[in-house]
């Protein structure tokens, strides 16, 4: 693909489901960030990985909140027994350098919890 | 927690003319990013400018870097109606995830 894309686009919740939301990078590339896009504000980071490893997930905003990339692609957020206040846009980016450089964001999911 | 300020938060202008938009940050940094988000879409990637660069030029853009006050600018000369969006300037004080302002928001009005 040309791009990342992300999947749902957009999804509904009723307060205290699961949800998982997908990522799929650019080919190739080694780096992958999750943010989170709250109304009228800047993404923020939640975490981050290189390959397969999880070497940063310092921005995760509770425990109900768990990421993935089990083969250093595709990567999965999941938010267990979601609230309310998780109702944003989350958006994922990936990087084809280790440190610094350009992200490539996909179109994000919009996570709507009622 | 966000890491810059954008000014102003929003910006009106017509056709043709420039906008500038100033992004102030408060750790010290590797590089900084410029990034353009249209309504309902992702963060699409405009600049880089390294920590030891002043300016820097790609098309109807100039960014400048001035890491003494900790601040940034971008001009878009020229404006137009596709213009329309909310930028954001991005930090990487880490080295690899980025932290954001809370973006200006550029209308031109045609």
């Known amino acids: ?114 | 927690s966000q890491q810059g300020e954008e000014d102003p938060q929003a910006l009106s202008i017509q056709e043709g003319e420039n906008a500038t938009m100033n992004c102030s940050y408060k750790t010290s940094i590797n590089n900084l990013q410029w990034y353009r988000q249209n309504s309902g879409r992702g963060l699409v990637h405009l600049i880089l400018i390294r920590s030891n660069e002043r300016e820097k030029h790609s098309g109807r853009l100039r960014v400048t870097l001035d890491t003494s006050k900790k601040s940034s600018s971008l001009l878009i000369t020229a404006s137009r109606a596709a213009d329309t969006a909310s930028y954001f300037c991005a930090t990487d004080p880490s080295g690899s995830r980025l932290t954001f302002g809370e973006g200006t928001q550029l209308t031109v009005n045609p």
Not at chain 1, 22 to 49: K, M, N
Not at chain 1, 76 to 82: A, F, N, P, S
């Open chain 1, 1 to 114: 693909g040309a791009g990342v894309s992300q999947s749902p686009r957009y999804k509904v919740a009723k307060r205290g489901q699961d949800v998982a939301l997908r990522c799929d990078p650019i080919s190739g590339h080694v780096s992958l960030f999750w943010y989170q896009q709250a109304l009228g504000q800047g993404p923020e980071f939640l975490t981050y990985f290189q390959n397969e490893a999880q070497l940063d997930k310092s921005g995760l905003p509770s425990d109900r909140f768990f990421a993935e990339r089990p083969e250093g692609s595709v990567s999965t957020l999941k938010i267990q027994r979601t609230q309310q206040e998780d109702s944003a846009v989350y958006l994922c980016a990936s990087s084809q350098r280790r440190l610094g450089g350009e992200q490539f964001f996909g179109p994000g999911t919009r996570l709507t919890v009622l």
